[in-house]
């Protein structure tokens, strides 16, 4: 099992910056990946960002350029670093967690608003 605890969201301006993390625990396979996913109200849930456990790094193209994703395989932590904020990225911000088995976990979501 393992259990993925996000934090980090919140509001911000158009044009500002919000760095999420997501803290895994329990049995964390050697290889898998991390990613992170949102949900806007109305839409279907969308891959923002994706790392596998060697770093290689994978982004949707609306983020590409202004999201970071880096991960920290000491601490099991995973982190997005969110700059040049749009307000069509307002959504729900899901951690997510798949290993080698196909096994996989959700966080709980932490909420993004970006607003003036």
């Known amino acids: 099992q393992v259990q993925l605890v996000e934090s980090g969201g919140g509001l911000a301006q158009p044009g500002g910056s919000l760095r999420l993390s997501c803290a895994a625990s329990?049995?964390?396979?050697?290889?898998?990946?991390m990613d992170w996913y949102r949900q806007a109200p109305g839409k279907q849930r969308e891959l923002v960002a994706r790392i596998s456990n060697l770093g290689t790094t994978d982004y949707a193209d609306a983020v590409k350029g202004r999201f970071t994703i880096s991960r920290n395989n000491a601490k099991n932590t995973v982190y997005l670093q969110m700059n040049s904020l749009k307000p069509e990225d307002t959504a729900v911000y899901y951690c997510?967690?798949?290993?080698?088995?196909?096994?996989?976990?959700w966080g709980q979501g932490t909420q993004v608003t970006v607003s003036s």
């Open positions: 997510h967690y798949k290993s080698q088995f196909s096994y996989e976990a």
């Open positions: 329990g049995t964390i396979s050697s290889i898998n990946t």
